[in-house]
């Protein structure tokens, strides 16, 4: 029996074509059908009143009569007119588990002998009852040896086959812990962690061979008992494959979208080889298989990791592991003595120069195991639950700290995942701004994708809760999940903050630089502030300054301020202007321009929304088309000679045609990035429409040579008054002269 077979069986299976009688025949006649056919279980009658399955053994009965002289007296009798018991009728597609609860009643006695099975255009068959127990029975012992969601083995089964056979049930064993699953289930449900799971089980059964047993143990764990395991090379080559497998990417359904994940798998090796100088008891080996998959993972993930090889002598827990729980154990107290401190890094508002908040950011120092990384214990926080601890300490303390720093900035804290979703969430920020006397106003709290859509409706209510409270919402590492302008629409949020892996490159890949600008002008016409992370350069801040960034944040503008007192006498050094100083904004992608991102052949890739606007047409039908096609062949012929330049600070001016015929003058500015293809680049332009002023320019040229054909003198010429022309009548007026 096969996975599918034991989820899925129906009476469809076990349905048997059955005689069937009109109800107007006689008595006689069906007596007559049992008679010629002793092994004749039952018969289908239709009758006015529907269809009855009429068993044997009750026929029988009741045509001898308790006398035995039934037959004479019903010899004239038709089926209809006879009062047969209610008949058990249930469709094909009934599940076994489904007829198996019609067919026994509430003091586990069986009601029914045989059951009718309707099928398509009202054929009746049908199905003992015995069969249907015999088929739920064989549900059961399948379902006990076998895991529900991707029909492997389970654990049961695995614990029954090495009592059966002992130490020749493990040749050799690959234990597999899937890398970053937990990251799936949080960042898109247990849905779709799900589809990685069967997935994942596919593949494990397509790798095995001949005699080897895939088993899954639980969550994310799998054991693959190799037949071959006697062949060290074949071992090791078996566990290679399982890593490649699993490193290949998982496309999942989220929400009817494809999404693709990339996770992979830590493998533990231990066999029964020659290299043993002792027998191995089955479960030793497993117990030695789990300890390498642990050591494969702390090498990094993805990666293989034998016990026979290395860790031979190593019989206790691994150090990894008994480094965690000590871990654990410390953060738990440290939490319970409050030894954790806040260090705060300021942002940068961009136009003024002010530092408009500062992000608290946890730090921990142990006595014994010195500083511990962020990473560190924010990870084993989450999955020992306590992150909300942790979480609850953080919200308190920074209220209290920036409640000291009068009319100063506001202070941003982050909140996890587990944090958002706990029913106390709304109390704890409400006592922690009451317990500092904080106003609202200056506290914003910094969720992740992944916070968010865990539940977004119950996200937007709790943060609805939040706003109206007037606490500030903003949406942190914009980018790195989930990332949609659905969630920034459904959800309460005033800033977005979009994450160092785009913006580490925007000044030297295209395609980083256009998303950045996209989700900018997005933020901004959703009425958002756009913070960008990870500032580290000072042609960054130009760059993200230009595009019309609000806020930059990053070791450029300071690294992290160990405490409030460090924080204040930052905040004076800055005030006083000793800080880092504000650099020049590059020309580039300002908020009233039209940005352009063509290829090396001149192909639009990007195309801004102020193109509308600037030459009438739509962004999405000039994608694809030639940027040159729409300059005027005066300059066309300039840049055929000279070609666009590659960094252009100052900018040029070029005619583009606009969709009704005439021609605007664009004052474009250009840089030349990388395009992430090897030897390609992609040339990004900045247009802004100075058609008037050249319009104008153009009137005073020729207005002088006019003047000086007359005769005027040249001196008066330069000086000469000239009215301002109208836009519309300046354009006729080019157009004429073009």
Known sequence: MTATSAENETLAHYAEPAIQLDGRAGVLELDGVFRRRPALACVVVH???????????????????????????????????????????????????????????????????????????????????????????QRYAFQAVHDPLTGLHNRMFLTEHLRRHGSAAVPAALYIDLDRFKDVNDRFGHAAGDQVLVEFARRLQALAGPGDLVIRLGGDEFVVLLAGGHD??????????????????????????????QLGASVGVASAGRARHCAVAPDQLLTEADMAMYQA??????????????????????????????????LRQALAEQALELH????????????????????????????????????????????????????????????????????????????????????????????????????????????AIADLCETARRLNELRAMGVTVALDDFGTGHSSLTMLRRLPVSVVKIDKSFTGRITDDAADATLVRLVTDAAHVLGMTVCAEGIET??????????????????????????????????????AGEGHPQPAPLPLGASDELVLVADSEGRLSYVGGASLSVLGRRAEEMLGTSVLAMIHPDDLDRIRAKGLPAHDRNGTTYRFRARDGSYRWLLCRTRRVASGSEGRWQLMLACRDVTRSAEAEQALADLRSHLHTIGVDEELSRTAWVPVIPASRSRRATNDHR
């Open 297 to 330: 993972k702390s090498m990094g993930r993805g990666r293989l990791f034998h016990y026979d090889e290395q860790i031979l002598a190593e019989r206790e827990a691994p150090a990894t592991t008994h480094a965690r729980h000590d871990l654990e154990r410390r």
């Open 232 to 261: 060290p090379a074949l071992t090791r080559a078996s566990a290679e494959r399982v890593v490649a497998e699993a490193a290949r990417p998982f496309v999942i359904s989220v929400e009817q979208v494809g999404v693709t994940v």
């Open 538 to 575: 000072a042609e960054q801040a130009a760059q993200l300054a230009a595009m019309g960034c609000d806020l930059v944040q990053g070791w450029l503008i300071a690294p992290a301020q160990p405490g409030p007192q460090a924080l204040a006498a930052w905040l004076r050094r800055h005030d």
């Open 344 to 451: 705060y890094q300021p942002l940068l508002e961009l136009g003024s120069g002010r530092v408009g908040a500062v992000e608290a950011l946890a730090r921990w120092h142990d006595p014994v195991l010195g500083p511990v990384t962020p990473g560190e214990f924010i990870a084993v926080a989450e999955e020992s639950g306590l992150i909300v601890d942790l979480g609850r300490w953080a919200l308190a303390q920074a209220c209290h700290d920036a409640a000291g720093w009068a009319a100063g900035p506001s202070v941003a804290v982050n909140v996890s995942a587990v944090q958002l979703a706990q029913r106390s969430f709304i109390t704890d920020v409400t006592d922690a701004l009451a317990g500092s006397g904080l106003p609202p106003s200056r506290l914003c709290l910094e969720i992740t994708e992944t916070a």
């Open 47 to 137: 009758t006015e009143h529907g269809p009855k399955v009429v068993d044997r053994s009750w026929f029988e009965a009741w045509v001898t009569g308790r006398l035995g002289y039934g037959r004479a007296v019903h010899s004239r009798t038709r089926l209809q007119d006879i009062a047969f018991p209610e008949s058990l009728v249930l469709g094909a597609d009934t599940t076994v588990e489904a007829a198996a609860l019609a067919i026994i009643d509430g003091q586990g006695r069986v009601i029914a002998n045989n059951i009718g099975v309707s099928g398509p255009q009202n054929a009746i068959s049908t199905v003992r009852t015995t069969a249907v127990i015999a088929g739920l029975y």
